[in-house]
């Protein structure tokens, strides 16, 4: 003990507590040293420190804890190495927070968290107000600023960034991928997440659906806060959607998780969509993802691919088999079930020698039927 400069050090296996009174709480520390400076506000504790609060615990290699003027209660701690932080008040929506390096910053009452950064292999679980999913998020760096009751008011991380989301009822987990991300939260718990640099989307199978995968430049998700679940992702920059045969590009796609429909639309890049049955290039095309109906809408193109390659389809016996069948409208229904395709507006059918003109055309491959309505040129 150091009565000039008033510091105490215990200088191996160090196990210190400090007694609740009045609205201080109780804290308890082990350490492999330990150092107290009174006057100059500081705590010490090194050699792997474990500290607790309440029903919050802290681990980490070494750790400064910065005190207020007034009294023995925390206001700033820093955590250096093998940093861990789990538990808190029942009510906090932040269960748990794991990096290299976490400083903690807490309000005047030195008990509630305001803010916390997050150094190296950053990774904290979010969990909903309802308690049905848990959110998984890390990234190099991160920092989270929290509301009185626990909740996440914002959040931003970036360099290697992963948030794995819950699955539901009807859909598998998610897991995004990319550089950057900046979100924001209500009480009830995470509302939207911006994510950007490079993303990637991934949504695991389940029995009514095959996976879906989806790269962009960028994605803003808009979640069920209470819940934790993703109810629509809005992708933006060089699009690509692969879910089973079917595969999409375009500049902008709204994918909504709700109502289960993906939009494609965006200037520079005209959108495009193929599976093994059809090819769709328009102005904007719009799925239902189960059952897969697809709906185009201007400059359509499309190309109805060799009936050969799909035993539960009839092409009509005016078009050959073998060949592909272009069609030009300016709107289609296709149905990817029934195996029907309905086109309208200056139709205009190819294939070989074979040219149809018409200002509405359908094709039905499930009973081989052709109907053409005010057919403007017929040639075969």
């Given amino acids: ?38 006057r100059d506000r500081y705590m010490r504790l090194e050699n792997v420190m474990h500290m607790d609060r309440e029903a919050q615990q802290i681990d980490a290699d070494n750790s400064t804890v910065r005190l207020f003027p007034d009294r023995d209660e925390t206001d700033y701690v820093e955590l250096r190495g093998g940093s861990k932080v789990t538990g808190g008040e029942a009510n906090s929506l932040l269960k748990s927070m794991q990096a290299n390096d976490i400083n903690l910053d807490y309000a005047d009452d030195g008990r509630t968290l305001q803010n916390a950064t997050l150094a190296g292999a950053a990774n904290i679980l979010v969990a909903s107000r309802s308690g049905s999913g848990t959110q998984r998020l890390s990234g190099g760096f991160m920092d989270i600023s929290l509301d009185a009751d626990g909740s996440v008011r914002s959040l931003s991380t970036r360099e290697a960034v992963t948030v794995a989301l819950p699955a539901t009822k009807d859909t598998g987990p998610r897991t995004i991928r990319s550089n950057v991300l900046a979100a924001s939260g209500t009480t009830d718990g995470i509302k939207d997440m911006k994510f950007s640099e490079g993303v990637e989307y991934r949504e695991a199978a389940v ?174």
């Fill in 207 to 380: 029995k009514t659906q095959p996976a879906r995968l989806v790269r962009a430049r960028s994605l803003d998700a808009a979640l069920n806060a209470a819940a934790g679940t993703l109810e629509e992702a809005h992708f933006t920059g060089n699009v690509d959607f692969t879910e089973g045969a079917m595969h999409a590009t375009s500049m902008d796609a709204r994918y909504n998780v709700v109502k289960g429909t993906l939009g494609l639309s965006g200037a520079g890049s005209t959108p495009h969509l193929d599976n093994d049955a059809i090819t769709i290039d328009a102005n904007a095309i719009d799925v239902t993802l189960n059952p897969r109906t697809m709906t185009a809408a201007g400059g359509v193109r499309s190309t109805l691919l060799p009936a050969t390659t799909r035993s539960d389809t009839r092409r009509p016996a005016l078009l050959a088999d073998k060949d592909p069948v272009n069609i030009i409208s300016d709107s289609m229904v296709y149905d990817e079930n029934a195996h029907t395709v309905a086109y309208t507006g200056k139709v205009k059918l190819l294939q070989s020698d074979t040219t149809i003109q018409a200002a509405t055309l359908t094709l039905d491959e499930s009973n081989g039927n052709l109907v053409a309505n005010e057919i403007g040129r017929a040639h075969v």
């Fill in 1 to 38: 003990y150091d009565e000039q400069r008033d510091i105490m050090q215990l200088l191996e296996n160090a196990s210190v507590a400090f007694a609740e009174g009045g609205a201080q709480e109780a804290m308890a520390f082990t350490a492999g040293t330990f150092t107290y400076a009174r």
